[in-house]
């Protein structure tokens, strides 16, 4: 007969009603006497809902929990996220009103029998083509026109296009701690006030306020940005990356519409500013407006004013976040496993904060220890989280290092000494070829080498293929599929819904 192991999970929120969810679901603990899962929320904790998005993998995920996805969308006030588009990234808006814009959605580009239209896009005249995004891929027209990526009555979790969602942080913990309380977890409210360590350094109990003293053999920290068992009793470093990735405060708030029929994007709206960015998230009922930036180049007050200015008056009230962009590479210590933003939060950009979660979840999941030592998956597991980070980062630097700003939070973005050693590399390979799948190994990623297309090429980045036009000799039929791509999308925006309406059919009472 198998150990029984005691799974204790120290705080709620997204991170830990997810992993609760989870890993009570993929261990099937209704039917297993020999799995105890316990989850510790304390209010005093709170959520901080950085974001409030996510990306395509969410949908896997919530399926697998066994979450409808039309209860989810009605539970969390739900919208549908078909990608991020940038404004002004690459250069700040003139003097003559001129503004660059580019769009990041989540279907991938065409491809045809094997063959790709990317070269035959970067062989095209560079003042004539369209825009990457639209040129490859339906979902620009689509996402842009505000329609949504799927038909009311389509399958749960399924539609034409890809996509993931918009929704409100506190609903949707919640809604996951409703599904883990179906699956069996048992959820205690209470106040943390000590941890004990035993001779080994692992942990051998949590003192509570409420409950007393309580033993696990695993325990897996939530707790946020404080890190209560992996930082503060076990004393986890902590790897800064300040000098790569700048961003280090938010202000947010939520605002109406201004009317309730008022379209909903579809996608999020990510706005750069003089020392950041300032992200757009269409709920159903409001829009959630935050502006990132470092203060290293600005201050709260700058920030303030620039967050009045996007949303065009100052009738709302904005909640201050700070953050320090890093992680810690010994994220399983022992007996403590950390998920969520005690593990490490590097910035909003790009949803990261969720996908990060599900990345830790389902290694803990699939690694999980029934019998023997239980840190024996560790270094394994820090290993993995350790390259997964990395490779964020490197992902999110991307972003901002091909900017043509002249501020200077941009200009020193620019720099090479700001810009990690693997994407200097990449850049140079990507001068001369487009990025694919064998610049990546699969299992270390949360973005795949088309979601490098699409800030590449969004960016303007000049990969140069001139060299070897020979080798690319179907221009003609190249030609044909963009004019297809086309027409592809003017019939696809005209046949999906608008997003507003797609939610409200959703929403209607059954």
Known sequence: MAEKRRILIVGG??????????????LDLPNKAEIEITLLESRALGIIGVGEGAFPTIRSTLEFIGIDEADFIRSTSATFKQGIRFDDWLYAPTSDGRRHRYLH???????????????????????????????????????????GPKRPGEGSFSGPLNYAYHFDAHRLAALLGKRAGELGVRALEGLLTG??????????????REHGRLKADLYIDCSGFRAELIGKALGAPFKSVKHLLFADRALACKIPYDRPDAPIESVTIAAAHDAGWTWDIGLEGARGIGCVYASKYMDEAQAAKILRAYIGHDDFSARQLEFEPGYRETQWIGN???????????EPL???????????????????????????????????????FDNIINFLKLHYCLSRREEPFWRDNADPGSIPEALQELLQRW???????????????SFAFFNYQYILYGMEYPTDLSGGRGDFPNVEAAEKLFDRIRGFSERATADLPEHRSLIAHINEPT
């Open 195 to 208: 941890v004990e360590l035993d001779e080994r350094g692992h942990i051998s109990g949590i003192e509570t």
């Open 105 to 147: 959605p989540f279907e991938a580009p065409y491809y045809t029998e094997g063959t790709s239209l990317i070269p035959y896009w970067l062989l095209q005249d560079e003042a004539a083509r369209r825009p990457f995004a639209e040129a490859v891929t339906i979902q620009g027209r689509v996402a842009g026109n505000c329609r």
């Open 13 to 26: 929120g997204t991170a830990g009603w997810l992993t609760a969810a989870y890993l009570a679901r993929f």
């Open 431 to 445: 001068r001369h070829r487009p990025p694919n799948r064998f610049d990546f190994l699969l299992d270390l990623e």
């Open 336 to 346: 403590c496993v950390a998920v969520g933003l005690s593990g490490g939060f590097v």
């Open 350 to 388: 790009e949803s990261t904060g969720v996908v990060l979660i599900e990345a830790a979840v389902g290694m803990l999941a699939q690694l999980f220890p029934h019998a023997g030592p239980i840190d024996a998956p560790a270094r394994q597991f820090n290993a993995l989280m350790t390259a997964r």
